[in-house]
């Protein structure tokens, strides 16, 4: 015969329900795969994103760009980065390219447009704990080179650490003066925000609505940006 079953008011379930909950709670939940909230200023590896003061910016105008170096460390370079939600829908091989390594291992890796400066990019995916001679990390799990790494990129590819779809190649970059970026942050031009790597490198290589997703994951009234229709200057 079964113990009779006590009978709690429903108050006392949920504060039984709460206490229980506390007791078992393993700890901090992890964060979610993809992630991006506002920051107070740039830092290397953040985003900056466009706000409607850029539509009609036919070069800027809802690019979410990644900040590879934010300026701080050397105001002598100033900041850059790459345009990352601008994809050509093209692959290297057809772009005709006279680089080997381009030709073969990297032909069907896709290409980007990366800034209005004259000056091709890589952005690779690696582990969080992997280093990688040749290539600047970012923020954990990516890194950057330049046309200097291929020769190391390819090495990857070869050896079997990392496949040609780890790598991302940009065609072009932006660059500002330390205090050309600061001011067009101060006159709203750009959101800035932290991300995660897997927001940078998603799923799919189609990253045509990568603004609208920032957006909405930085919540609040951002969110609510994400929907206004283009303003077309």
Not at 9 to 31: F, M, N
Not at 42 to 68: I, M
Not at 161 to 181: S, T, V
């Amino acid at each position: 015969m079964q113990p009779p079953m006590l009978q709690l008011r429903p108050e006392a379930e949920i504060e039984d329900s709460v206490y229980k909950q506390g007791r078992t709670d393993p700890g901090p939940k992890s964060l979610p795969l993809k992630w991006a909230h506002p920051i107070s200023a740039p830092e290397n590896g953040c985003l900056l994103v466009a706000t409607e003061k850029l539509d009609g910016v036919r070069t800027f105008e809802r690019t979410v760009v990644l900040l590879l170096r934010s300026g701080t460390g050397n105001p002598q370079e100033g900041p850059f980065g790459v345009v990352i939600n601008r994809p050509l829908h093209k692959k290297m091989k057809h772009m005709n390219p006279t680089n080997v390594e381009l030709a073969t291992t990297f032909a069907d890796s896709s290409l980007h447009f990366g800034g209005p400066l004259e000056a091709s990019m890589l952005l690779l995916r690696s582990g969080e704990s992997i280093k990688l001679p040749g290539f600047e990390e970012v923020i954990p799990g990516v890194c950057f080179g330049s046309r200097n790494s291929l020769d190391a990129a390819s090495g990857l590819v070869k050896k079997g650490a990392l496949g040609p779809r780890d790598f991302r190649f940009f065609i072009g970059y932006a660059g500002w003066q330390l205090d050309q970026l600061r001011e067009e942050i101060e006159s709203d031009y750009w959101y800035v925000a932290a991300c995660s790597a897997n927001l940078i490198f998603g799923g799919s290589q189609n990253s045509d609505g990568l603004w609208e997703e920032i957006l909405q994951l930085m919540g609040g009234h951002y969110s609510e940006l994400s929907r206004k229709p283009k303003q077309d200057l």
